[in-house]
């Protein structure tokens, strides 16, 4: 029937592997990153500094983002914030990256809407724990 023509249509992107944007200005934290991610076959897209991590999902509309909070210029708490303004990246994954693990810092970050929170350096199993949870829905 026509709803099964539907579904089909809709199953088509998730044939392909999820797509991350990944918002890091550490190389080597970007090293580590891609090595990890892309063996695990995901697909990578990189963005050195908020307003590029802005322009990217914008453009490419990822299934997942892992945002670096300290960047030069706009930092990651300004790019969520910016992206949860708009209707189209209200529901869109977001796990924040961030070097202070300092008493407070999760609940700020959460409340700028992040979706999930992962203090330095980056563990990469409960990085991938978060990323499948997330994905899964
Ligand atoms: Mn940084």
Redesign the pocket.
């Known amino acids: 029937d026509g709803l099964g023509v539907v579904t089909s249509v809709l199953r088509i992107p998730s044939a392909q592997p999820p797509h991350l944007v990944i918002a ?3 190389l080597n ?1 970007i090293d580590t990153l891609q090595d990890y991610l892309s063996a695990q076959g995901y697909r990578l897209s990189f963005a050195r500094n908020g307003e590029e991590a802005i322009d990217l999902i914008r453009e490419q509309r990822p299934d997942l983002v892992l945002m ?5 210029g706009m930092d ?1 708490l300004a790019v969520i914030t910016t992206l949860r303004q708009d209707p189209n990246f209200q529901h869109l994954p977001i796990i924040a ?1 961030t ?1 202070l693990a300092m008493n407070g810092d999760r609940e700020q970050v959460l409340a700028a809407g992040a979706t999930d929170y992962i203090s330095k350096p980056v563990k990469l199993s409960q990085l991938d724990r978060s990323i499948r949870t997330l994905l899964a829905g």
């Open positions: 890091e200005d550490n934290t670096d909070i300290q960047m030069p990651g990256l070097a």
